[in-house]
């Protein structure tokens, strides 16, 4: 037969990860020759390739460590899809970080073996009672412990925004709760791989600009310390809920829609320490940064366990439009998914951690019509607006009749792969595709045009809907150590 097989390999660095990346290829040269160009675009179009990913528990756990975003995934709504339609939806648009406001058995079921990560919550009205550690080993061994491995329950906030409700008889029971939540996990034999944390709103500071002047609002450093040492002592990270859509809607007339929209803007410079700031919520994030600092603790990770911007609000939200939705969250996940832009100005080798929200526009949310308008999508699953993403970004159809398959079809096309002769594309020279692949993964690809800001899990689910099996790639991607 004429044949040949080509093994490439490349490495790109992702943040602090090096990735390695083994493309090997082969064909059937005869049906090469009918084909001018197989160049990369071609490729990534999908039209003739299908990449099978050998995806070990290894791999898999190795992906992970590409920055990507998360999801918030609120069900305060009587009108929302099962957990099972809603695991399409999560992969959309390229998320693998869920976070829920409970610890819904169904989601869980939904999402085992998916790879997705999960963030549970316990509610404010749980603080109480899981002071108690019997009452926190039961909770854990019923809401858990049965969903584990299978679905990657990787943290357990414990209350929302509890220090900002000026509530003492809440607040006082916070640390005991996490605490007793943070001992049932060590008896247990899973404080390892499940931290416990709680989440904040940006109200805890009482001065966040410049961002290197951030402080914690004085009245709450006693009852904040002592959780911060848990968090350094736990090796679990500090959770910080921040709206730049809050600011705007506040005093539109003085922020900079382009500031906190992640547009092109001047910026500003924080003057202490010449720092360049292009957006709010890195300032933001860098304020709190500066805070904890100011208490000692400099090397606290911390993540943003929500932010958004609605689509729709009363006549008296300025901002809450779907163009401005589509422009924070839009940019937001492009940023966040593209490894040379990792970290803020402060923290520029820190990855970013940053969970959206929301899923859903969730109709049963009190309050002003922004809260119930969140959502990047609608409850039947449609979009609530265009994300400004590429359509391969969106679309689940793929480009050719689809049967349905799902999102890792890849194991399935490695059977029927091994038929194909094995042979390299000629016009594909050596070191194209790596080229290539390296800077897809490195970059989200062509910057503007065919958006691919997912990073490796989107690359594959894009290739998954290949249904033509002429040709074959195998990619291996592996975290190596630094
Ligand atoms: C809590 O107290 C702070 C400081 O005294 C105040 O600024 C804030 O508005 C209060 N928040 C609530 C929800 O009452
Ligand atoms: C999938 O294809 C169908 C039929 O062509 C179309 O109606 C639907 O909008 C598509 N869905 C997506 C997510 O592109």
């Given at each position: 037969m004429d044949s040949s097989i080509k093994f490439h390999s490349c490495k790109v660095i992702l943040s602090e990860y090096s990735v390695s990346v083994y493309l090997l290829l082969w064909s059937d040269r005869e049906r090469q020759r009918q084909r001018s160009t197989m160049g990369f675009a071609r490729f990534c179009g999908c039209s003739r390739w299908f990449i099978v990913i050998l995806v070990s528990g290894l791999v898999l756990a190795e992906m992970e460590m590409v920055a990507s975003i998360g999801i918030n995934y609120g069900q305060i709504g009587n009108n929302l899809p099962s957990p099972e339609e809603v695991v399409?939806?999560?992969?959309?648009?390229?998320?693998?970080?869920?976070?829920?406001?409970?610890?819904?058995?169904?989601?869980?079921?939904?999402?085992?073996?998916?790879?997705?990560?999960?963030?549970?919550?316990?509610?404010?009205?749980?603080?109480?009672?899981?002071?108690?550690?019997?009452?926190?080993?039961?909770?854990?061994?019923?809401?858990?412990?049965?969903y584990l491995p299978a679905t990657k329950i990787t943290c357990i906030f414990v209350g929302n925004e509890v220090l900002t409700f000026n509530d003492t008889s809440l607040s006082d029971n916070l640390l005991p709760a996490m605490q007793s939540v943070h001992t049932a996990l060590v008896n247990l034999g899973l404080d390892k791989q499940v931290t416990v944390t709680t989440t904040h709103s940006l109200a805890v500071l009482d001065t966040s600009y410049p961002p290197s002047a951030g402080a914690f609002r004085s009245d709450l450093t006693p009852c904040l310390t002592p959780?911060?040492?848990?968090?350094?002592?736990?090796?679990?990270?500090?959770?910080?809920?921040?709206?730049?859509?809050?600011?705007?809607?506040?005093?539109?007339?003085?922020?900079?829609?382009?500031?906190?929209?992640?547009?092109?803007?001047?910026?500003?410079?924080?003057?202490?320490t010449n720092l360049h700031y292009d957006n709010m919520l890195f300032a933001q994030i860098d304020a709190v940064y500066s805070a904890l600092g100011s208490l000692g603790y400099t090397k606290l990770p911390v993540h943003i366990s929500e932010t958004g911007w609605p689509s729709k609000g009363d006549e008296d939200e300025a901002g809450a439009t779907p163009e401005n939705a589509k422009k924070y969250n839009g940019n937001l996940i492009k940023l966040v998914s593209r490894s040379q832009k990792k970290g803020t100005p402060?923290?520029?080798?820190?990855?970013?951690?940053?969970?959206?929200?929301?899923?859903?526009?969730?109709?049963?949310?009190?309050?002003?019509?922004?809260?119930?308008?969140?959502?990047?999508?609608?409850?039947?699953?449609t979009p609530a607006y265009s994300l400004g993403l590429s359509a391969t970004d969106v679309s689940t159809n793929g480009s050719s009749s689809s049967s349905s398959s799902p999102p890792y079809a890849g194991g399935t096309g490695s059977a029927t792969a091994s038929s194909g002769t094995p042979s390299l594309p000629a016009t594909t020279s050596t070191g194209e595709i790596p080229f290539a692949l390296a800077s897809m993964l490195g970059s989200g690809m062509d910057d503007d045009e065919g958006d691919h800001p997912f990073g490796v899990l989107n690359i594959f689910s894009t290739f998954s809907s290949c249904q033509n099996l002429e040709e074959v790639a195998v990619v291996v991607v592996q975290r190596s150590e630094k």
């Open positions: 399409p939806l999560v992969k959309s648009i390229g998320a693998t970080k869920v976070k829920l406001y409970d610890a819904d058995p169904r989601v869980l079921r939904a999402f085992a073996n998916t790879g997705v990560e999960f963030m549970v919550g316990l509610g404010n009205e749980y603080l109480s009672k899981m002071q108690d550690p019997k009452q926190a080993q039961a909770w854990i061994k019923s809401n858990v412990q049965p959780i911060l040492n848990f968090h350094a002592k736990t090796g679990s990270p500090f959770l910080i809920n921040a709206y730049p859509y809050f600011a705007y809607k506040g005093s539109p007339k003085q922020v900079s829609l382009e500031f906190v929209l992640f547009q092109p803007n001047q910026g500003i410079v924080d003057p202490s402060m923290r520029p080798n820190s990855d970013l951690n940053i969970y959206v929200f929301a899923l859903f526009n969730e109709n049963m949310k009190p309050g002003p019509t922004s809260e119930r308008n969140y959502g990047l999508f609608n409850p039947d699953g």
